[in-house]
């Protein structure tokens, strides 16, 4: 069901910056503003980046978002052991009304 | 403190019933809506739906639409998750979401409900 694809994988060591890319359409993340969540396991999402490149407050500031057209990226930067989660990206698609779409999501695995 | 808490954990046989809960408090349960999210074990997450608890307008996703219903009690400020006949592959954790005073995005989480089909 996933519309928005992300790889499958990503790692770095302590202190490196790691990328994660998000691909999408025009009817989700061309037309509206993505969303990052991190998901520890056994937990709930969390939500990491809303409106494309805003952090709630008490997200570290080493994580930062952008996007361009149809795609996304989250930065992870001065990678932490403790960040070794998956994360999703997400975005409302205008092709059915309330129909919030994620991302196959990445696991960051800290070397 | 805004506040989702969602029912336990279920074990049920394919073909049962089950309705699971989602109990918002800390805010007026009735201004923001309720998602459900799903999860299957080892995968990713899925939208299911949204119900806005005022008027119990319901949306569903495509891939959900017929085979679940979303409903609201708000009386009692509950969303509700609930199968007519489980199948295996509805085994999966699901989790109920709201928004943010001001935006349009799952924000705030319940803590899961872990179902599990099995015969």
């Known amino acids: 069901q996933s519309v928005l694809t992300q790889p499958p994988s990503a790692s770095g060591t302590p202190g490196q910056r790691v990328t994660i890319s998000c691909s999408g359409s025009?009817?989700?993340?061309?037309?509206?503003?993505v969303y990052w969540y991190q998901q520890l396991p056994g937990t709930a999402p969390k939500l990491l980046i809303y409106?494309?490149?805003q952090r709630p407050s008490g997200v570290p500031d080493r994580f930062s978002g952008s996007k361009s057209g149809t795609s996304a990226s989250l930065a992870i930067s001065g990678l932490r052991s403790e960040d070794e989660a998956d994360y999703y990206c997400?975005?409302?698609?205008?092709?059915?009304?309330?129909?919030?779409?994620f991302g196959t999501g990445t696991k960051v695995t800290v070397l | 403190e805004v506040q989702l808490v969602q029912s336990g954990a279920e074990v049920k046989k394919p073909g049962e019933s089950l309705k699971i809960s989602c109990k918002g408090s800390?805010?007026?349960?009735?201004?923001?809506?309720i998602g459900w999210v799903r999860q299957m074990p080892g995968k990713g997450l899925e939208w299911m739906g949204i119900?806005?608890?005022?008027?119990?307008?319901?949306r569903y996703s495509p891939s959900f639409q017929g085979q679940v219903t979303i409903s609201a009690d708000k009386s009692i400020s509950t969303a509700y998750l609930q199968w007519s006949s489980l199948k295996a592959s509805d085994t999966a954790m699901y989790y109920c979401?709201?928004?943010?005073?001001?935006?349009?995005?799952?924000?705030?989480w319940g803590q899961g409900t872990l179902v599990t089909v099995s015969s």
């Open positions: 119900i806005y608890p005022g008027d119990s307008d319901t």
């Open positions: 979401a709201r928004p943010p005073d001001s935006g349009y995005y799952p924000v705030y």
């Open positions: 800390g805010y007026s349960f009735t201004s923001y809506w």
């Open positions: 409106r494309n490149n």
């Open positions: 025009s009817s989700n993340i061309g037309s509206n503003y």
């Open positions: 997400a975005a409302w698609d205008d092709s059915l009304s309330d129909l919030y779409v």
